[in-house]
């Protein structure tokens, strides 16, 4: 598939883990790489070259891939993690670039 | 700190052509891939297209006709024109910076600086 795809809508209860996942082909060779985008803000690098963060994001924030699916997982979600999300990658061509369409997180 | 701004008008009639610039401060243009990305209202991230500090591009398939994206190293700037809009293109556009390089893991490639976007809408 050319497209990356993500579930529209999550929720975790405060303090729980959650997954959200991205899949796609271009995901099999190049790394996905995940975004937070706060309501009126733009989107914030979490995770990159599958589970790198930059300076400054909290350890709750992980990245994983198996196969055509990569994986933000957030471990014991804050209030404060309710955002967008979005994975990046490639198509399946490897030639242009990609974004999920992104899933909304709410914490409970 | 890299920082990034986008510039341009809020407002383009339709069929005209839209045109932003983006301006790189705290670090050097060069020696990077530069992207541009689209949010319309209420909807997801659009990559546009990216510009190595060299001048080769890369654009979305669905609005290679229309996108013509260009660096200018001795201003640290980058722009980008879109065509014959329409108001399907009112989006907010984002400008960012596109870390890329291979090793022997594989390509890597990602976002690391944005810009914090403008709104472009169009109508007459």
């Known amino acids: 598939s050319s497209e990356l795809t993500q579930d529209p809508a999550v929720s975790v209860a405060l303090g729980r883990t959650v997954r959200i996942t991205c899949q796609g082909d271009?995901?099999?060779?190049?790394?996905a790489s995940w975004y937070q985008q706060k309501p009126g803000q733009a989107p914030v690098l979490l995770i990159y070259d599958k589970n790198n963060r930059p300076s400054g994001i909290p350890d709750r924030f992980s990245g994983s891939t198996s196969g055509n699916t990569a994986s933000l997982t957030i471990t014991g979600a804050q209030a404060e993690d309710e955002a967008d999300y979005y994975c990046h990658s490639r198509d399946s061509s490897g030639d242009h670039l990609l974004f999920g369409g992104g899933t909304k997180l709410t914490v409970l | 700190q890299v920082q990034l701004q986008e510039s341009g008008p809020g407002l383009v009639k339709p069929s005209e052509t839209l045109s932003l610039t983006c301006t790189v401060s705290g670090g050097s243009i060069s020696s990077y891939y530069w992207s541009w990305i689209r949010q319309p209202p209420g909807k997801g991230l659009e990559w546009i297209g990216y510009i190595y500090y060299s001048g080769n591009t890369n654009y979305t398939p669905s609005l290679k006709s229309r996108v013509t994206i260009s660096v200018d190293t001795s201003k640290n700037q980058f722009s980008l024109k879109l065509t014959s809009v329409t108001a399907a293109d009112t989006a907010v556009f984002y400008c960012?910076?596109?870390?890329?390089?291979?090793?022997?893991?594989?390509?890597?490639?990602?976002?690391?600086?944005w810009g914090q976007g403008i709104l472009v809408t169009v109508s007459s």
């Open positions: 271009g995901v099999r060779t190049y790394y």
């Open positions: 960012a910076r596109v870390q890329s390089y291979y090793d022997m893991s594989g390509p890597h490639e990602f976002f690391d600086y």
